[in-house]
């Protein structure tokens, strides 16, 4: 451990200026708060966080919908716990919970396909939510639904993809990265290779990295070393668990019902083919199109700057109603109550105020 | 947003238990008793001490690797007395029997109740039962409280801790969470961690009689140790500094909480405690806590500064330090 962090202060000097890099997985996110790691590295060597929490990145006007399912009396919504406290433009899947809705925690898509069996008179909507990692998964669940006619199940699908945000991150003008430590459970899927358009088209070296303290200091090790070189490479430092073209069964499955689509970020808006939809074919799964859900208006509360947290323009600090009127008790926007959000993590695990 | 309702995570016993706590019941029921918000409170009668406690267990499943909702009660409102540096003398015990609930459970629940009562020398002196209709409560809810004699010349609480104190805890951290958990429909997972549930009393005892100075102990309950040491830092207007290295997870432990995205210093625990006396004395509460079987794998797990004022925080494993903040109330009700 203090040889990489020997190292990273050499490499450091020798580029000679701050370098910003971007992690884009809330684990990651969480791993560098809970192990202290940003006060091992020289102050010129900053990381920040990108839009890797899958929860932060969902629009409120998803909650609100969402919410809206809840209240239909037929309806069982099924939900991964991090969605339960998120706000809604007026309320939260947890307050709705507490007013007799009936919305039920889950751990996997299997919990909630199981569950559509044990209510056949409920329309079951699991809230498909997440990146790589969890989509094929749902696929699973979809495809299962499919084969043993369990036509009560659906999945409101906001599922997101990885490499589209990074380069609207790298577009956007307001932010310097000089590295991705790129997602390694995504990658896992995706396999490695799909970063290396940003290493040729962007000249930004990518590098996947483990979800160890140890991991993460090799990874940073690695782009440190790239930029020395004034190489831009894609590199895998996770290499116990990531190949260059990733799981190709978990592919197949996302992609025989899932398609790709334009998706909206919150805080970075439509980005085109950024996200999944699902597949005509399977069309009466889709609770968007089976139950009839309208999206209305994304309301984002006044003041909330998620969005800028989201793009790693701002840090929580400096959002004045972090540790005020935004607390993981009430939170007033997602990146405080998720998980793995970015506010939770510095309110958690380093300063609580805003000066 | 406001909260009109109650939510699970009021039950937590994290920030939101304690905005219930302090808003709703000890804005009404204020005495000076009461006012210190301890596990138990004392009472002088003729010059003596007395602890005086009630909890009430609603645990599910009612049976669990390691015990069962008969023993966490017992176990639960002793430790409850012992962290005042009481012996239990008597308990109370309210049973909530749903309709339907099998005999040959309640007879099981109860036997495990009198083998644990009779292990630390308490008994039950006063009962009710009530039962409700069928889905009004799921098996059975007990209701219990305590009274137990403070064997101790000072009183102590959280307030009472003091710069220069040691911390020390008696075991592994986070095993009565995980076994419950491990059981429930939906997560159900197949582990060997049992709960570490057991009274507290026999091993409170041996540190007492080693006549060390005492500054306070408490047992690590819904919250877990995380809730115990920012409550502490808060209430004596300290810094607790604890060091990573020193705390005792179990590898099954850590693997179910990575699974769960769980934090295993703000899981449950049913028979930990930890205790603060002078650094001077530590090493010889050490020592007694190790002889016990309860303490074997106690340690001294951190110390008190002045500052951060009412904070706690921890010396990370690779060398940073960050807050342990109070858990806000785990969407995992039922643990106790």
Not at chain 1, 142 to 167: L, Q, S
Not at chain 2, 145 to 153: E, F, K, N, P
Not at chain 2, 210 to 222: F, K, P, Q, Y
Request: hydrophobic share 40%; charged share 20%; aromatic share 6%.
């Amino acid at each position: 451990m203090n040889t990489l962090v020997q190292q990273i202060d050499g490499l450091a000097r020798q580029i000679g200026r701050d370098v910003q890099l971007m992690e884009v997985c809330g684990t990651h996110t969480m791993v560098v708060f809970r192990t202290g790691l940003r006060q091992l590295l020289p102050t010129s060597v900053k990381l920040i966080s990108g839009p890797g929490c899958p929860v932060c990145v969902t629009d409120t006007n998803y909650i609100d919908a969402a919410i809206e399912l809840c209240r239909r009396p037929y309806v069982v919504v099924a939900t991964f716990g991090d969605l339960l406290r998120v706000p809604g433009s007026e309320s939260s899947l947890e307050r709705e919970r507490a007013a007799g809705a009936n919305v039920r925690v889950v751990y996997s898509p299997t919990d909630a396909l199981a569950l559509a069996r044990e209510c056949p008179s409920n329309r079951v909507v699991f809230l498909g939510i997440g990146f790589e990692t969890t989509a094929p998964t749902v696929a699973w669940s979809i495809w299962r639904a499919a084969r043993d006619g369990i036509d009560n199940y659906h999945v409101f699908c906001a599922h997101k993809t990885m490499p589209r945000v990074m380069e609207a991150l790298l577009k956007d003008q307001h932010v310097k990265i000089d590295g991705f430590i790129c997602p390694g459970h995504v990658s896992v899927i995706t396999g490695a290779g799909m970063y290396r358009f940003i290493c040729e088209q962007y000249k930004i070296p990518c590098v996947v990295s483990g979800f160890e303290a140890w991991d993460i200091l090799k990874t940073t090790t690695m782009l440190l070393q790239q930029l020395v070189a004034g190489r831009a490479e894609v590199e895998v430092e996770y290499s116990r668990s990531v190949n260059e073209r990733g799981n190709v069964s978990a592919q197949q499955l996302m992609n025989e019902v899932f398609e790709p689509a334009d998706a909206s970020w919150r805080g970075l808006g439509a980005i085109p083919q950024s996200g999944l939809a699902i597949r005509s074919q399977y069309a009466r799964f889709d609770a968007a199109r089976a139950l009839d859900v309208r999206l209305g208006e994304a309301h984002v509360p006044p003041g909330c700057r998620c969005g800028e947290v989201l793009r790693g323009v701002l840090t929580p600090l400096e959002c004045k109603f972090f540790g005020h009127s935004c607390t993981p008790v009430r939170p007033v926007g997602p990146c405080m109550v998720s998980s793995e959000g970015v506010c939770a993590a510095y309110y958690r695990y380093e300063k609580r105020v805003a000066a | 947003m406001k909260h009109d309702r109650i939510l699970l995570g009021h039950g937590g016993g994290g920030s939101l238990t304690r905005e219930l706590i302090t808003g709703i019941f000890a804005a009404e029921f204020d005495n000076p008793v009461l006012k210190p918000l301890e596990d138990s409170a004392v009472l002088v009668m003729s010059g003596k001490g007395y602890a005086f406690t009630t909890d009430s267990y609603v645990v599910k499943p009612y049976f669990f690797p390691g015990g069962d909702i008969g023993k966490l009660a017992v176990c639960g409102t002793v430790n409850d007395l012992a962290m005042q540096g009481a012996q239990p003398y008597w308990l109370s015990l309210s049973f909530i029997l749903e309709e339907g609930l099998p005999l040959a459970a309640l007879h099981k629940i109860v036997q495990s109740i009198g083998h644990t009562a009779r292990s630390v020398g308490v008994e039950i002196v006063a009962g009710d039962t009530k039962v409700v209709e069928r889905g009004k409560c799921e098996g059975l809810y007990i209701n219990a409280a305590g009274l137990g004699r403070i064997q101790t010349t000072n009183w102590w609480g959280a307030g009472t801790v003091k710069t220069g104190d040691a911390v020390l805890l008696n075991g592994f951290l986070a095993e009565h969470g995980i076994a419950v958990l491990s059981q429930r429909e939906g997560i159900a997972f197949t582990t060997r961690v049992v709960s570490d549930c057991a009274p507290l009393w026999p091993l409170v005892k041996a540190i007492l009689d080693t006549g060390a100075e005492i500054h306070a102990m408490r047992d690590l309950t819904r919250g877990g140790l995380a809730a115990a040491v920012c409550d502490i830092a808060q209430a004596a207007k300290v810094g607790i500094h604890l060091d990573e290295t020193t705390l005792p997870v179990d590898k099954e432990v850590r693997g179910a909480c990575d699974l769960l995205g769980l934090d295993p210093l703000s899981i449950a625990n049913e028979g930990k405690c930890i205790v603060f006396c002078p650094v001077a004395e530590s090493e010889r509460v050490l020592a007694a806590t190790k002889q016990h079987p309860l303490g074997k794998e106690a340690r001294i797990i951190g110390k008190v500064s002045s500052g951060p004022e009412g904070m706690a925080v921890m010396r990370t494993a690779i060398g940073g330090e960050r807050i342990i903040d109070m858990p806000t109330g785990e969407d995992l009700p039922r643990i106790c």
